[in-house]
């Protein structure tokens, strides 16, 4: 249930945002955060709103969707300096093995919700 309530809530921030790819379609974010960095959708997503946090922060960091399943631990560890970066509040996201950190849904919820927070408030 909290999940569902996550997903509505960032759905609506993306729109708002201007957010025009595929996971707005019925189910397609669900599907993509429960694979997490696997999901090449997810990664574009996450990809897009930091190129937006990057114009409006001035991030040194940066992250790149990945193409197929392979390429996700590049990702997070990618992920991973940036949320360093950016001082995110979440433990669950900041700490434990990197490598595993997105490969649970509600992780890869927060990671969206920090990014809408910190684009919704520049």
């Known amino acids: 249930m909290e999940c569902d309530l996550m997903e509505t809530d960032i759905l609506e921030s993306l729109e708002d945002l201007g957010y025009k790819g595929p996971l707005l379609e019925d189910g ?3 599907q ?4 997490g960095a696997s999901s090449p959708e997810f990664t574009k997503l ?3 709103l930091v190129s937006e946090l990057r114009v409006l922060c001035k991030l040194e960091e940066n992250v790149q969707a990945t193409n197929s399943p392979s390429e996700a631990e590049e990702f997070q560890l990618e992920v991973s300096g940036l949320l360093g970066e950016m001082n995110c509040p979440y433990l ?3 700490s434990g093995d990197v490598t595993k950190r997105l490969l649970i849904q509600k992780n890869c919820l927060l990671l969206l ?3 809408n927070i910190s684009k919704s408030s520049t």
Not at 32 to 35: I, P
């Open 28 to 30: 397609a974010l669900s």
């Open 32 to 35: 993509a955060v429960s694979a």
């Open 46 to 48: 996450c990809a897009w």
């Open 92 to 94: 669950s996201l900041t």
């Open 113 to 115: 919700i920090k990014g």
